[in-house]
């Protein structure tokens, strides 16, 4: 493909066209720098024509270690017979929750892995229990994966699982577990997880009852790059298929592998491929391909603070959370943290507005009236 054919391709993107896997990695691979941001940030002020970078307060809670998905790049789960095998009491989730709404958060990110033993009515308690404990706690919580697991585990269909859930309390769910949506890779990768039908599928019937969700990539590792454009064309169908009236996927989020200590890197050799112009590279073309979801936020947990600044540049309309109390990335190696006034500080030096969202992208205080 010629400049011109490549110029073509990025204003047709910038018009909301529906951009093919080829053209996708014909964009990734060929076009200038400059003009993949440019078209990038172009699509981004079409959905958000203003200067603000949202950004949001929420805190990281694991509800156990266990898991026995065997994710090569896990140093975090653990067998239920390990010293260190853990489930998350009462006791905690109010003092973590407590401090969250010290914070002035008020959403809390319940991860749990595939835990052979807790079955549906564990979570459906521990969701009422914190429902009734903090009324104003939301729960972004679980993932397809567990969704699948539980749904298994019951011997019932993941739409029942989901409806316990919501019936429980459920607010959200994160595009957690998504990885690659390949199965060929997924089956090397964490041969223990849902495959990529069925991770669809949980957030197919998630959007179809309404449940806002997130989506995710996790790449830089045994993937190839048709591979990760595809992963993007299955979130866009998908989303497509949402109703008129339901959010669907509200934001994209691209993280890389983070290798340290993994069996992947250990075991295998893999290492996290992804270069920071990669990954900006990447994010812009993300959000060319995405035409049909609002928000694309750069992972600063695992590329650092100036590579996920530049992709505000690139697409980028949002900056995520202080994370407070990730271990699953960081015990990989992802080093990077930020306090509240660090991660609006971040955005201003990026040159950008912070202003607090709520986990549907509510903003929760007045934009500044210079802005
Ligand atoms: S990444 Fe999640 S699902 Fe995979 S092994 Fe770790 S805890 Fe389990």
């Known amino acids: ?52 970078v949202t950004w949001i307060i929420d805190r990281n809670v694991n509800i156990s270690n266990v898991c026995h998905a065997g994710c090569l790049f896990c140093n975090f789960s653990c067998s239920r017979s390990a010293e260190a095998a853990f489930v998350t009491n009462m006791d905690a989730y109010r003092e973590k929750v407590s401090e969250l709404f010290a914070m002035g958060g008020n959403q809390l990110l319940l ?58 309390g459920l607010d959200s769910l994160p595009g957690a577990g998504a990885e690659i949506l390949s199965d060929r890779v997924r089956q090397m990768l964490s041969p223990g997880k849902c495959n990529t039908h069925e991770w669809l599928q949980v957030m197919y019937h998630a959007h179809q009852k309404r449940v806002v969700t997130s989506s995710t990539m996790m790449f830089g590792h045994l993937e190839t790059l048709e ?22 996927f509200i934001s994209f989020i691209p993280w890389t592998f983070q290798d340290t200590h993994t069996a992947l890197a250990k075991r295998h050799g893999v290492v996290n491929s992804v270069t920071a112009l990669e990954y900006i590279r990447f994010f812009a073309v993300a959000r060319l391909m995405l035409n049909n979801i609002a928000n694309l ?36 190696g ?29 903003l929760m205080e007045d934009p500044s009236p210079t802005e």
Not at 18 to 44: F, K, N, Y
Not at 114 to 120: I, N
Not at 229 to 238: A, C, I, K, S
Not at 299 to 317: K, Y
């Open 1 to 52: 493909m010629n400049k011109t054919q490549q110029d073509d391709l990025l204003t047709r993107a910038c018009d909301g066209a529906t951009l093919s896997v080829s053209e996708g990695i014909e964009i990734m691979q060929h076009a200038g720098l400059p003009d993949l941001m440019a078209a990038a940030h172009h699509v981004r002020m079409k959905w958000h024509p203003h200067n603000r």
């Open 111 to 168: 991860q749990g892995g595939l835990h052979p033993d807790l079955g549906l009515a564990f979570y459906v308690d521990l969701f009422r229990s914190l429902k009734e404990a903090f009324p104003a706690l939301r729960l972004h919580a679980l993932g397809p994966p567990e969704v699948v697991h539980l749904a298994n585990l019951e011997g019932i269909a993941v739409e029942e699982v989901l409806d316990h859930l919501i019936d429980a």
């Open 227 to 248: 591979e990760r454009l595809q992963h993007l064309v299955l979130l866009r169908e998908l989303q497509e298929q949402k109703p008129d009236d339901a959010v669907g």
């Open 297 to 332: 936020q750069p992972s600063w947990l695992t590329v650092g603070v100036p590579t996920a600044q530049i992709c505000l540049h690139g697409g980028g309309n949002d900056f995520g959370s202080v994370m407070i109390e990730e271990h699953v990335v960081s015990s990989a």
């Open 334 to 362: 992802a080093k990077h943290s930020m306090d509240k006034d660090g991660i609006q500080q971040a955005i201003r030096m990026a040159g950008f507005l912070p202003v607090r969202r709520d986990q549907h992208f509510n």
